[in-house]
């Protein structure tokens, strides 16, 4: 049996509708911005494999210290031990984390970081006072948080949550904050302030909701009145932090910083599985408690996994060096440049596109064809073409956006915005 044979027969991949599925792509190798495939085929990985990837693909430095981590101490249980790499990586997230935060709390992906979070401030309020009615969450439409049964609660209720809308806990969406809309957001928060545990929310850019933005100013005055009524706030950083949006975490656009930031994705320079949410002294100290009951009851085999560390303090060392983050500069420059041009050729072009945006690394603008939907069969017809041309789009529904590696060159980002200016036209 080839490959693609045993694939079929053995293996459920991810987000894919197992019925007439096309054939998955198999990808022997990959190098900095390129994976390629059995026939040598090389593909420009223009959404870094679910924005993940910071420093490109195979990255000798994180690569040597992972060999050597593996070597020295793979895997120990982290509950009554500890080791150099969880506590380094620890101290240097916290050094580098917006506000005042004081600590780490271990985990091994996305959607653990942010139920983390949840349990942590929902459980925060139950410390303090076992009656506490604080028990709703706030969060925006259109969010995305993760898979996991909290994760998925606090997501906007979408084609991914259908089967499980019922059993979800009690969630206040509110619309994300605009220079219109303030005033009415304001009144929901007022109305149910002193339920409401905690508020969620994916700084300025929702990504799988469509990679859709809003404006820190009039977030900022969100969060102002959030904080007023002493709700926790929860910066859902997994897939915006580690300068996707310009800056080391989205969350240092506004001034009102979160009491809690959840990280993932470009963690490890998106080379291994990890999670971490970090937390200020306000939420620890209901933690450090003479009442055993007061324990955050939490953990996963791999919490911490020494060999995932050293791979995030290596891509912390890369993200620190001058060369980093003058890449980041240009990647950011040239985006802005190519967003101006679009926005120019906007009503010149054969099909209508909408929302031309940008923040920092990221880019995104709407196909105007069919609903504006996860669902439309857009996105597909273009990740085939794409990948016909050497590279890898995966547009969410008729969102069109890239999130490349910072390592991405000039030609191959030329080549990306030439392939999306041909769909255009
Ligand atoms: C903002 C945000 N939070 C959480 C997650 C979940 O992360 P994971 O897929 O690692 O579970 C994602 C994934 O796309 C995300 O974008």
Request: include cysteine.
């Amino acid at each position: 049996m080839t490959l693609l044979q045993k694939d079929k027969q053995f293996v459920w991949h991810p987000f894919t509708a197992q019925k007439n599925r096309l054939p998955p792509i198999p990808i022997v190798q990959a190098k900095e911005s390129l994976l390629f495939d059995e026939q040598g085929k090389s593909y420009i990985d223009a959404i870094s494999s679910w924005w993940v990837t910071l420093h490109g693909h195979a990255n000798p430095h994180i690569a040597q210290k992972i060999f050597e981590q593996a070597l020295k101490l793979e895997q120990v249980i982290f509950a009554g031990f500890t080791h150099q790499p969880a506590v380094a990586l620890a101290e240097k997230l916290l050094e580098k984390l917006p506000g005042g935060f004081s600590k780490i709390f271990y985990s091994d992906n996305g959607s653990t970081s942010t139920e983390v979070a949840l349990k942590m401030a929902i459980q925060f309020w139950w410390n303090n006072d076992s009656q506490s009615k604080r028990k709703k969450i706030l969060a925006f439409k259109n969010a995305y948080h993760g898979d996991t049964f909290g994760a998925m609660g606090v997501s906007e209720r979408s084609v991914f949550t259908l089967a499980f809308q019922d059993l979800f806990f009690e969630v206040i969406f509110i619309d994300t904050p605009d220079e219109n809309n303030l005033p009415a957001l304001f009144k929901i928060i007022d109305a149910h302030a002193e339920n409401i545990a905690a508020f969620i929310y994916e700084p300025l850019v929702q990504g799988a909701g469509g990679m859709k933005m809003y404006q820190a100013e009039y977030f900022n005055l969100l969060l102002q009145k959030v904080k007023s009524h002493d709700i926790i706030c929860i910066a859902d950083e997994v897939m915006t932090g580690f300068f996707r949006t310009g800056k080391f975490f989205a969350s240092e656009y506004m001034e009102i910083k979160p009491d809690i930031i959840c990280m993932s994705k470009g963690l490890t320079g998106g080379t291994m599985a990890l999670g971490a949410t970090a937390c200020t002294d306000r939420i620890y100290d209901a933690y450090s408690s003479d009442n055993p009951l007061h324990t955050f009851f939490h953990g996963h085999s791999f919490t911490a996994n020494p060999i995932a560390c050293s791979a995030a303090l290596a891509s912390m060392e890369l993200l620190d060096k001058e060369d980093c983050r003058e890449k980041i500069r240009l990647l950011t420059l040239v985006i802005d440049q190519f967003t101006r041009q679009l926005n120019m050729l906007q009503g010149k072009l054969e099909r209508p596109v909408k929302n031309i945006r940008h923040l920092g690394t990221i880019l995104a603008f709407e196909i105007d064809e069919g609903k504006n939907e996860y669902l439309n069969s857009i996105s597909k017809t273009i990740t085939e073409k794409a990948l016909k041309t050497g590279i890898y789009l995966r547009p969410l529904g008729n969102t069109v956006y890239i999130m490349p590696p910072y390592c991405i060159t000039e030609h191959e980002l030329k080549l990306v915005f030439d392939f999306m200016l041909s769909l255009l036209k």
